[in-house]
T-cell receptor, first 114, second 115 residues
Framework: DAKTTQPTSMDCAEGRAANLPCNHSTISGNEYVYWYRQIHSQGPQYIIH???NNETNEMASLIITEDRKSSTLILPHATLRDTAVYYCIVRSWNYGGATNKLIFGTGTLLAVQP | GAGVSQTPSNKVTEKGKYVELRCDPISGHTALYWYRQSLGQGPEFLIY????????DSGLPNDRFFAVRPEGSVSTLKIQRTERGDSAVYLC?????????????FGPGTRLLVL
């Protein structure tokens, strides 16, 4: 799986959009970008994933650059409850099912300020 | 509905002792994963099951670690002769199937402290 690079920490004002960047310059054609987050003392929580098109769900939007070497997770209206460590993960898939594990980095600690 | 549950939530043991950590996956989920998270680090994969069989155990650090899932539902992670370096949060996750675009749902973890 391709390696990802994320800033160690970021701040965001409550009610504003939080934009979390991720670099994955060695991503290959069959690799997806996944985002999970981990609130303090809880297990990781799935947020969103995508291959090459931008994706949106009820939690967030995922913007992937055209060359797929980087992506941005957008929380449109951050709240205090969004304070967490956000992990960007690149996963390959194949029908053999041998790459089902998630490989986490150290993530970005997002602190939403009141 | 009920999520992934793990017991105990906290476990304190002494060096050299044997411990068992239990995971109850979401009902109907066929795939189950174990991860370990040390302080300040992201979770690290240990092993995953598809049904009753271990499909990938490449993350188990050594032969003191073993996991079972005899009926394809509940799983137990077993650690023999615990060492202080085994202290971590042990996370369990499950997914409906193991494969393309499946989402892994995590439990709250068991915090293991080896004195």
């Amino acid at each position: 799986d391709a390696k990802t690079t994320q800033p160690t920490s970021m701040d965001c004002a409550e009610g504003r959009a939080a934009n979390l960047p991720c670099n994955h310059s060695t991503i290959s054609g069959n690799e997806y970008v996944y985002w999970y987050r981990q609130i303090h003392s809880q297990g990781p929580q799935y947020i969103i994933h995508g291959l090459k098109n931008n994706e949106t769900n009820e939690m967030a939007s995922l913007i992937i650059t055209e060359d797929r070497k980087s992506s941005t997770l957008i929380l449109p209206h951050a709240t205090l409850r969004d304070t967490a460590v956000y992990y960007c993960i690149v996963r390959s898939w194949n029908y053999g099912g041998a790459t089902n594990k998630l490989i986490f980095g150290t993530g970005t600690l997002l602190a939403v300020q009141p | 509905g009920a999520g992934v549950s793990q017991t105990p939530s906290n476990k304190v043991t002494e060096k050299g002792k044997y411990v068992e950590l239990r995971c109850d996956p979401i009902s109907g989920h066929t795939a189950l994963y174990w991860y370990r998270q040390s302080l300040g680090q992201g979770p690290e994969f240990l092993i995953y099951f598809q049904g009753t069989g271990a499909a990938d155990d490449s993350g188990l650090p050594n032969d003191r670690f073993f996991a079972v899932r005899p009926e394809g539902s509940v799983s137990t992670l077993k650690i023999q002769r615990t060492e202080r370096g085994d202290s971590a949060v042990y996370l369990c996750a499950s997914s409906l199937v193991a494969g393309f675009e499946e989402t892994q749902y995590f439990g709250p973890g068991t915090r293991l402290l080896v004195l």
